[in-house]
Structures are given as structure tokens and as C-alpha cells.
């Protein structure tokens, strides 16, 4: 199959997946409004509760706003109906280029993948859920009305950076099982990988306090020891399956060859080896 042939196989996958999309989004359209109110769920049970109105309100910068809002939410619900279509189309362009080890590497890998970022998504909003009424008592003396806009982006990149954040071992236990790195590696950079994932948890959460990044740094590190965990496992099962497996890469193995090498005669040829004659 030629360059073009790729492009124009490419290019057709991608309509079919837009054209899902599309439809999932207009049935989400119609499910926007309760998404909404379940995403807006925390703020309003703590305002309710907290106002002598009982009245959850929210503000909007621009005219369309909430508008916009909901079609964010119909285009997320889209994405997640549309999901067997375009990881579909995903899967057959690169499929036909893969080996059958590494098709099988791809199945574990989404296998795990789902279930973890969808963990990340649910500790993201219990996360919210709960530090909403601290954050938004801490005033209590003020009468503050949140914009609408910025209360969904808040909550949704929660929930992405989270989900992103539960991958990130995963990665690592791929990485091990394609031979990039080994299990004593992974676990002696644990003091690096500890940091780095503080750091990243610190830059992606979008509030300040030190809360909601230590329990996402805490989960991550957690997951990274598992996946540390099965790298050994991974490699102990290397081990016994090859006959080198006690090598490093660099280091020489033995030849273990019971015949004797006897001395060459003067032409080169080994006569107590060979019977033919050259």
C-alpha cells in the first residue's frame, strides 16, 4: 500500500469517526441538562444548605454560556457513545502494521487502561465533592455567586488530569514489557518517580491547596510500586523462558560446546574434526 493509499484509508476512518461523534452528540444534547445538574451537584447541595433562599445560582460571563456548557457536555457524552466506533476505526488503521505479540500487548493494555481512567474520574469528583464545601466556607462571610463556565472546566479538568494521572503506571508496566526498561531500573528510581509525580500532580490541579495533589500523587505513587510489582513478575517470567535471562545486556554469555577443538594443520583445516578433505 502506497503513501497515498494510507492517507486516503486515513482520511476516510477519520469521516466515519467524526460522523459517530457527530450523531452521539446530538442524543447527548438531549441528556445535557441532566448531566449538568449532576456535575453542578455538589455546589448546589452546599449553597442550598448554606443560603437563607435555598437557591443554587450560578453566574455567566457572556450571554451564551450556559449554552456552551451544554454542548461541551453533549460533545463529551458523544465521545463517550461514539466510543466502540472510533476506537474501532483507531484500531483497524494501525492494526495491520503491528505483530501478533504486540496486538496482544494492545488488547492488556486497553483492558487495564478503561477501568483505570474511569477510577481517576470518580476519585476526581469525590475529590471535588468533598473539598468544595472547605474551599467555598472558608468565605462564608461573603455572598459569592460561581460563574458556570468556570465551575465545569474546573470539575471536567479534574477528571481528565486524574483519569491521565491513574495511566501514568501503566505506561511504566508497558515500557517493562517491551523490554525498555527492567524492574530493578523502575525501583531505583523511585525517589525520581515519587517527585516527578508530586511535581506533576502539583502543575495539574487547578487549586492551590496541597490537598487534592497528595491524594492524586498518593494514588499514582501507589499504582507506580504495583507496576514495579509486575515488572518483577514480568521479568522472572523472561527469565525463565530465555536462556539468557541472567545476562545483562551487555555482558558475554558462555558457549557450552561438549566437542573438542582440536589445533589446525598448516592449510587451516581441522582434519580430527571434519572426515571430507578439502
Known amino acids: 500500500m502506497s503513501l497515498i493509499d494510507h492517507v486516503r484509508e486515513l482520511r476516510n476512518r477519520l469521516f466515519k469517526a467524526s460522523v459517530a461523534v457527530v450523531i452521539g452528540m446530538a442524543i447527548g444534547l438531549f441528556f445535557a441538562d441532566q448531566v449538568v445538574t449532576f456535575i453542578t451537584e455538589p455546589y448546589c447541595d452546599f449553597t442550598t444548605a448554606n443560603s437563607p433562599t435555598n437557591d443554587c445560582q450560578f453566574s455567566q460571563a457572556v450571554m451564551l454560556e450556559a449554552f456552551m456548557v451544554n454542548l461541551k457536555v453533549a460533545l463529551y457524552i458523544g465521545l463517550v457513545l461514539a466510543a466502540p466506533i472510533w476506537l474501532y476505526q483507531l484500531w483497524a488503521f494501525i492494526a495491520p502494521g503491528l505483530h501478533k505479540r504486540e496486538r496482544r500487548y ?20 469525590i475529590v471535588v465533592s468533598r473539598s468544595l464545601p472547605f474551599f467555598l466556607g472558608l468565605g462564608n462571610q461573603f455572598t459569592s455567586i460561581v460563574n458556570i463556565g468556570g465551575y465545569f472546566d474546573f470539575v471536567t479538568s479534574m477528571m481528565l488530569y486524574f483519569g491521565i494521572g491513574f495511566l501514568f503506571p501503566l505506561v511504566v508496566a508497558a515500557l517493562n514489557m517491551v523490554g525498555v526498561v527492567s524492574a530493578k531500573r523502575l525501583l531505583g528510581w523511585w525517589r525520581v518517580a515519587v517527585f516527578l509525580m508530586f511535581a506533576f500532580a502539583a502543575i495539574v490541579t487547578p487549586t492551590p491547596d496541597p490537598f487534592n495533589m497528595t491524594i ?25 523462558n530465555s536462556q539468557y535471562g541472567d545476562l545483562a545486556d551487555d555482558e558475554m554469555s558462555s558457549i557450552d560446546d561438549p566437542t573438542p577443538v582440536s589445533p589446525v594443520d ?8 571434519y572426515d571430507e578433505t578439502p
Open 216 to 240: 492524586l500523587a498518593l494514588c499514582m505513587s501507589v499504582l507506580y510500586f504495583a507496576a514495579v510489582g509486575f515488572a518483577f513478575l514480568n521479568d522472572r517470567r523472561r527469565g525463565r
Open 106 to 125: 494492545t488488547y492488556a493494555f486497553a483492558a487495564v487502561a478503561a477501568p483505570l481512567f474511569a477510577a481517576g474520574v470518580v476519585l476526581a469528583f
Open 266 to 273: 598448516g592449510d587451516g583445516w581441522n582434519r580430527n574434526r
